[in-house]
């Protein structure tokens, strides 16, 4: 036996260790049947897709129109674009940034 280690975010640690626990594993017997199925299957056993950039611009000119449209119904369309700064600065300052 060899020992890995690994960098991931805490939260997400926390929250794996809590749900292999609801299993009866341990986070380090899921990580064994995890490396077991890709080298057995050969694949890793869950889709990893990336969407193509026609995707991404389709989606982007989507939002854009989306924005337009609400923009006109509720009259934003007429703001300044010094106007426009003032309101984004100002829900930046109630998040705390």
Do not use: Y
Request: with cysteine; glycine share 4%.
């Amino acid at each position: 036996m060899t020992s890995m280690t690994i960098r991931v975010d805490e939260q997400l640690k926390k929250s794996f260790d809590i749900l292999c626990d609801e299993f009866g594993l341990s986070n380090s017997a899921a990580l064994n049947l995890f490396m077991k199925a890709v080298v057995r299957e050969r694949r890793i056993p869950f889709e990893i897709k990336a969407d193509s950039e026609a995707d991404i611009r389709r989606q982007g000119w989507a939002a854009f129109l989306r924005m337009r449209e609400n923009a006109l119904a509720s009259e934003a369309a007429d703001m300044s674009l010094e106007e426009i700064n003032e309101e984004i600065n100002a829900v930046r300052d109630e998040k705390g940034h």
